[in-house]
């Protein structure tokens, strides 16, 4: 009888959303459970930033990032505690100032592992205060020294077998009289204890492979929306929420992009049948939108799913021969060597081009690596529209229609826009 909930940076983004969270928790009867939370708001990018200014040495940048990240945590601990400080946050910005004090290595991903982590730490070690103090009785638990993954720093790969072992070690509620644990997503570690992450939005991978590990009898994750919705509400109007999404439907919606779902989440539930809730925190009794194991019992709506800052990358052989087989595996090394991910495709007689999402240091890169071969060229500041379950001319194509359109695709069940921003 245990389930996993996540509550991700905006449920617990200031003061007025974590009592929200204690009382929730304090009113839930459910004997066992896990909660998984992210960094407070948006301090992972807060973190990124302090990364950065800590990689390229900008002694300013980093006391910036470093004291907004600072006051931010502050401001909220005085309003909760009424008191300046706690002593356990204390030491983990002395922990963070220790770190950025020293010489960065040469491995930016591993450096930004080490500083990015913090914001997890902060949220969950804040909040399990937090909750004790309003009386709720909780175990904090390190997710580190369970979770145990690759040394691909950033993306990290979850050994299953050994962090299956632990978790189902560690929380055992009955054996340590604990009804309610609290750890972070995001998270986690070599075997030699060296602290990785498992992508951004990974909080709710995280969910999942506690929730498999142990078995559970559901997880939640709770957003600032009603559930998954047939497009994002904040680039579209009129939205409609899904009450129901098989595992597949869901796999293939987070693949294109619906950001209310980390696509590595799906697979680990689905292998052993856990259903996933997704609700709106600030309506708990709202039913929200369930995923299973039940085929479709209605058809679905069209689905939008918008995926923003997107680049199409152009290559073509210097002297205009035609591109081989050998040139397109050429330009995929050099995307999986990057940990860059295909969004779409295109070939012609003489180029070849893909849309990944734009990250500045990974783009450089390949491009980089791609001029050493070809004649590339490339478009920024696009947006892929796909549209899932829909007769496309019957689509409203309102959002597009005043767009410049660079690709457009279509197959059975999807159509697929390239368009400028
Ligand atoms: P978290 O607090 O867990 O980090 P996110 O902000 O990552 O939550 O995800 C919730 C947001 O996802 C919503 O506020 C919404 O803007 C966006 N979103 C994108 N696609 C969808 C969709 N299909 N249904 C619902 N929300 C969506
Ligand atoms: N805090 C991390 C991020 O913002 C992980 C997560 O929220 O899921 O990417
Ligand atoms: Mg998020």
Do not use: C
């Not at 399990?128 to 993954?149: E, M, Q």
């Amino acid at each position: 009888m245990i389930k996993v909930y996540k509550f991700g940076g905006a449920s617990v983004k200031d003061a007025t959303n974590i009592i929200r969270l204690a009382n929730q928790l304090k009113e839930d009867q459910y004997p066992h459970k896990v909660v998984v939370i992210s960094a407070m708001g948006k301090m992972t990018n807060a973190f990124e930033r302090l990364a950065n200014a800590y990689f390229e040495q900008n002694s300013q940048d980093k006391k910036d990032a470093f004291d907004y990240i600072y006051q931010y945590h502050s401001n909220i601990i005085s309003e909760l505690f009424n008191q300046d400080s706690l002593i356990e946050i204390e030491e983990l910005f002395e922990q963070i100032e220790t770190k950025i004090a020293d010489s960065p290595s040469l491995n930016f991903d591993f450096e930004y592992d080490q500083i990015v982590s913090f914001g997890e730490l902060l949220s969950t070690k804040l909040i399990s205060k937090y909750i004790s103090h309003a009386g709720l009785n909780n175990s904090w638990v390190d997710i580190r020294p369970l979770l145990r993954t690759s040394e691909n720093y950033r993306e990290g790969v979850v050994d299953w077998q050994i962090s299956e072992q632990n978790i189902r070690q560690k929380f055992r509620f009955k054996t340590n009289n604990v009804s309610l644990y609290i750890t972070q997503g995001f998270i986690a570690s070599t075997y030699t204890n060296l602290t990785t992450t498992l992508g951004r939005e990974g909080s709710d991978y995280s969910a999942a492979i506690v929730a498999k590990s142990l078995e559970a009898d559901s997880l939640t994750i709770w957003k600032d929306v009603d559930g998954v919705l047939n497009a994002d509400p904040r680039y579209f109007t009129v939205t409609e929420k899904i009450e129901f999404l098989s595992y597949r439907d869901a796999i293939e919606l987070a693949y294109f992009g619906a950001s209310v779902i980390h696509p590595k989440t799906l697979k680990p539930l689905r292998d052993i049948g856990i259903p996933l809730f997704v609700k709106n925190f600030h309506h708990t009794i709202r039913e929200g939108t369930m995923i299973g194991k039940q085929e479709k019992v209605k058809p679905l709506p069209p689905i939008y799913i918008l995926k923003k800052d997107q680049v199409l990358i152009t290559i073509a052989d210097r002297g205009l021969s035609f591109l081989t087989e050998e040139d397109i595996a050429f330009f995929y090394q050099a995307l999986a060597f990057h940990q860059a991910k295909s969004n779409l495709v295109q070939q012609s007689a003489l180029y070849f081009s893909v849309v990944i999402d734009k990250n500045d240091r990974k783009f450089s890169a390949i491009i980089e690596q791609l001029m050493q071969k070809y004649q590339v060229k490339y478009n920024d500041g696009l947006e892929l529209l796909t549209i899932q379950n829909s007769n496309p001319t019957r689509n409203s194509l309102d959002y597009i229609s005043h767009k410049e359109l660079l690709i457009e695709q279509h197959n059975r069940k999807t159509s697929r826009y390239l368009v400028k921003q």
